[in-house]
């Protein structure tokens, strides 16, 4: 941390002291991040989308959504970008399998998983497999130049969990990116060590880098590092 520039820190501190006080306005009416994506939408199941058609940001062209089905959580948030919210020069990988993936204008991106514990308290950060989430698969670079491009600008359909997404997604960049570079070469290990299987469909390849996360110590460590 104490190798960041002065700049990075201090964004990050702001992105720290916006997730707090969204948790804490959430708590101050008794709620928290996870029972407020889900309310209103009934019985709560493995596998469907919180809310049911995802929440889109038009003019960032961000998305995300949240849902269930691993051990040891009470659910989590994918987070992606598409196309049209690119840097221009980014293009995905090359595509040798025989599974077709979004292009142009329908092409999107995972950024970042986060775990959520049944409080509504996030437990780690985590990357996936392409197949997972049906993404264009780009590289890691190309995956940190796109995480400062996502916000979600609205109140659909919270205001304090888009707000808080957003926030997460930059006070803890250094970690995503360090997750998005070991993504990469988890993958390419991977593929030398299973010739001929193609590795973005590969059921047996799900999660691919993980690390727990706090918030409260992220904030810390941020706090020392500005001290120096």
């Not at 062209?61 to 020069?89: K, N």
């Amino acid at each position: 941390m104490s190798r960041l520039p002065v700049a990075d820190l201090e964004a990050m501190r702001a992105a720290g002291a916006e997730a707090v006080e969204c948790a804490r306005v959430l708590a101050k009416g008794e709620m928290d991040l996870v029972s407020e994506v889900l309310r209103g939408h009934g019985t709560f199941y493995e596998l469907d989308h919180y809310p049911p058609s995802d929440v889109f940001d038009h003019d960032s062209h961000s998305q995300y959504y949240y849902h269930a089905h691993r051990q040891r959580e009470h659910g989590h948030f994918h987070t992606f970008l598409r196309g049209p919210g690119m840097p221009q020069d980014v293009q995905p990988v090359p595509c040798d399998g025989a599974k077709s993936w979004p292009r142009g204008d329908q092409a999107i991106s995972h950024l970042i998983a986060i775990s959520m514990d049944g409080y509504g308290k996030p437990l780690s950060l985590f990357t996936v497999n392409r197949w997972v989430t049906d993404e264009a698969w780009y590289c890691a670079d190309d995956v940190i130049r796109m995480l400062g491009n996502f916000r979600i600008d609205h109140a659909y359909p919270s205001w304090p969990v888009n707000r808080w997404l957003t926030a997460m997604l930059r006070l803890f960049r250094p970690q995503i990116e360090w997750l998005v570079h070991r993504r990469d070469k988890s993958m390419a290990d991977w593929v030398r060590q299973h010739p001929g299987s193609d590795a973005f469909e590969d059921r047996r390849l799900e999660v691919i880098s993980e690390i727990p996360i706090s918030v409260d110590r992220q904030i810390a460590l941020i706090d020392k590092a500005r001290r120096r």
